[in-house]
Nanobody, 125 residues
């Protein structure tokens, strides 16, 4: 089992920045690739970013490319999502998730094994 706890969400004005953190406990963190997803009310869960276990490979959803950056610190068992130039349409609950294929960038959320409880991000216009 891997337990994931997100933090860092909140209310920010458009154009501002936030950094989300996802702290992991349980099984060896480095055995997992990590994903960030988000879900807005009435919408499907959307891929935000993925990072492999070693932090070498990353993947971003089209709507966040160039604005968001995902990173991973295996020594701290933590994955981060730096969000810049935030827009009102970024408003959602953000979730981190762990996938047991450490070198693969897994896009399908249904293939992730463990999920955090989510953290709310609200961007005002």
């Amino acid at each position: 089992q891997v337990q994931l706890v997100e933090s860092g969400g909140g209310l920010v004005q458009a154009g501002g920045s936030l950094r989300l953190s996802c702290a992991a406990s349980g099984r060896t963190f480095s055995r997992y690739s990590m994903g960030w997803f988000r879900q807005a009310p009435g919408k499907e869960r959307e891929l935000v970013a993925i990072i492999t276990w070693d932090g070498v490979r990353t993947y971003y959803g089209d709507s966040v490319k160039g604005r968001f950056t995902v990173s991973k610190d295996n020594a701290k068992n933590t994955v981060y999502l730096q969000m810049n130039s935030l827009k009102p349409e970024d408003t959602a609950v953000y979730y981190c998730a762990a996938n047991g294929q450490p070198t693969t960038l897994v896009i399908n959320p249904n293939l992730y094994d463990f999920w955090g409880q989510g953290t709310q991000v609200t961007v005002s216009s």
